[in-house]
């Protein structure tokens, strides 16, 4: 459900499996742990039973399996129950994963890698140039402000086949294996493949800056971004 609104953060679902500590659920707004963003925590309800979620991760068969804390009792099978994900930390993963779009936008270098968190955020870029930290936080100050719209939409191989201009606009490469592919757009500056959250708009991200700029090895530069609150 994080796929179709990241801003839901609660729901009510119906237990199909469990397993020892582990739940999955007939449908979920819990993001698994992936694409460099945490899995989300937070909490079910059913009768006068609460359980602690502590991690979500997405199995083999790509259901999105729930980790409840072992100390906690476990649903059974087909109870209905009430979730609800630990909404400002999620948040400020969505804010900090619009961000690193928004750095990526603006250092057009390759991406290798990349990590998020609710404190601080990466990316690393296949580049050998210094960074230019005032000129980068100067022009993340300008795409925030300037309040572009996000939006998401589904493409299919053939679709990108018939776009290759489409593909050399992206700094992550779409993956060839999958039948569907999400795309997310942010205004005119940013269109990459992404199946994570993001915020609805740019504005929402905030106060952002660069932290730490980590030279690791010749062609490899590690940018953090900071959440300015
Ligand atoms: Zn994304």
Redesign the pocket.
Known sequence: MFIENAYTNSETSIVKECYQNEVILDKTIFYPIGGGQPGDTGTFKWGNKEAKIINTYSNQDNSIVHIVDESDPIPTSGESIDISIDWEKRYLHMRM?TGL?LLGSILKYGVTGGNISASKSRLDFDMEDAVDKEYVNAELEKLVDADHPISSSWITQEDLQNNPEMIRTMSVRPPSNAEKIRL?KIGNIDL?P?G?T?VNSTAEVGKIRLGKVEKKGKRNRRVNIELGD
Do not use: L, N, R
């Open positions: 994963h779009h997310v990459q992404c994570g993001h």
